[in-house]
Nanobody, 124 residues
Framework: QVQLVQSGGGSVQAGGSLRLDCRASGETTAMAWFQQVPGKERKGVAAIVSSARRTVYADSVLGRFIISQEYDKTTLYLHMKAPRPEDTAMYYC????????????????????WGQGTQVTVSS
């Protein structure tokens, strides 16, 4: 496991932009962003499997959110462009320190480390 520290987030108007940051304490094979609203399960929105050179997005954010990672694979970003009110949620950074399983990068069970979460609120 690695320690993950998130920063960024907050309130933004629909159509604006926002960036979330996540810094890992060690090497990772995959990192991802998940969103969660009260009463619902945590849902993957974007992931990078660095060992497979693969980037995956949920349909709901494709074309609007961009996930990126520093070359050293310890810092992850989520650039939220043109966010919508339905993007309002708690956002969690996740990381996998073991070798990649080949599973679904948007499945929360693929990850062994989690950030503390940050609230994103999008107003109309």
């Amino acid at each position: 496991q690695v320690q993950l520290v998130q920063s960024g987030g907050g309130s933004v108007q629909a159509g604006g932009s926002l960036r979330l940051d996540c810094r890992a304490s060690g090497e990772t094979t995959a990192m991802a962003w998940f969103q969660q609203v009260p009463g619902k399960e945590r849902k993957g929105v974007a992931a990078i499997v660095s060992s497979a050179r693969r980037t995956v997005y949920a349909d709901s954010v494709l074309g609007r959110f961009i996930i990126s990672q520093e070359y050293d694979k310890t810092t992850l970003y989520l650039h939220m462009k043109a966010p919508r009110p339905e993007d309002t949620a708690m956002y969690y950074c996740a990381a996998r320190s073991l070798g990649w399983s080949g599973g679904d990068p948007l499945d929360k069970n693929e990850y062994d480390s989690w950030g503390q979460g940050t609230q994103v609120t999008v107003s109309s």
